[in-house]
DNA sequence: AACAATAATGAGAATGATTATCATTCGCAA
DNA sequence: TTGCGAATGATAATCATTCTCATTATTGTT
């Protein structure tokens, strides 16, 4: 019962829906879904869940920091989750691959623009749009879900 | 009549609405406007539009490289003038001032970091979320649209 | 184990940004 | 000028997300 306990440092109820959507986030290795995706991965599971429930979860484990909200390009938010060390993303524009990248010369110098122009920097979003160049897209298993 | 070329040149014909929502951005110093923000402006203006031709018209000049949209936090796109030198954002979370910069170290790294992993870079977007230490909030015209 | 206090859930309505429809109007070339 | 295809704008529709509220579940306490 491990999660349960994750799920109350967190000061959350230990509840099954709760439940149900970090076992989705900390099983797989799809790691970058919307809301969307989570309510359908449940409900293909056999899991019953309301999708008013799968909004309002994401966004208490984005508060509580299990999980981090992204703004790829397009409408919907996706998420993943918080494993405690910070990178950005490559998003494949042709499949929707998504591959994950840490450049310390890139934080660093970021965190200096901010600071040469008087302000504090409390967070940033990196992403690159970019063309796999058929490397990965034939089995990207979110393929399929593209805009 | 030069704006009257420039949309021709771009492949669109000359209207009137066409004309207006380039005039406010080549004429502002306030850059970074939502639809919303330029149906506003306009009718305050005294001039006559309609909110569907605006959100077309940004997306048209948007294709036609005359703006660039950005997705800064938040739900709605904003978009400035394309002056031909890229630039990222950084934006104060406290009063939604927004200060450009460009740094070549960091752009450098962005295209290594994607070909490293075999993808060829399209397009990018860095936004650094700050706070500006009240050095720029209280004259930041855009203080009160914020969320 | 059953209870009560309280928070969580979920079906559906509501919202806000954006896009699609379509009848009317406009720009431009002949 | 005339005509035709493109553009406009009022409105309806769409899409992601949030809100409402009646019902249900969790948890600490008898
Ligand atoms: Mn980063
Ligand atoms: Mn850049
Ligand atoms: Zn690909
Ligand atoms: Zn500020």
């Not at 409408?75 to 990178?87: A, I, P, R, T, Y």
């Not at 450049?103 to 409390?122: C, L, V, W």
Request: charged share 25%; aromatic share 8%; glycine share 6%.
């Amino acid at each position: 019962m491990s999660q349960s306990l994750d799920l109350k440092s967190a000061g959350l109820k230990s509840t099954l829906p709760r439940l149900k959507v970090l076992s989705l986030f900390e099983s797989g290795n799809e790691c970058h879904l919307s809301a969307e995706d989570v309510y359908k991965k449940l409900l293909a599971g056999g899991e019953d869940i309301g999708l008013a429930t799968v909004y309002r979860v994401l966004t208490q484990f984005e508060q509580a920091g299990l999980l981090i909200r992204h703004h790829f390009q397009g409408d919907k938010s996706v998420f993943e989750l918080n494993q405690g060390k910070h990178h950005d993303h490559i998003v494949c524009l042709q499949c929707g691959v998504v591959e994950e990248f840490y450049d310390a010369t890139i934080e660093s110098r970021q965190k200096k623009a901010a600071a040469d122009r008087g302000f504090a920097m409390h967070d940033h979003s990196l992403y690159i749009y970019a063309d796999c160049t058929k490397l990965k897209c034939p089995n990207n298993p979110f393929k399929k879900s593209l805009p």
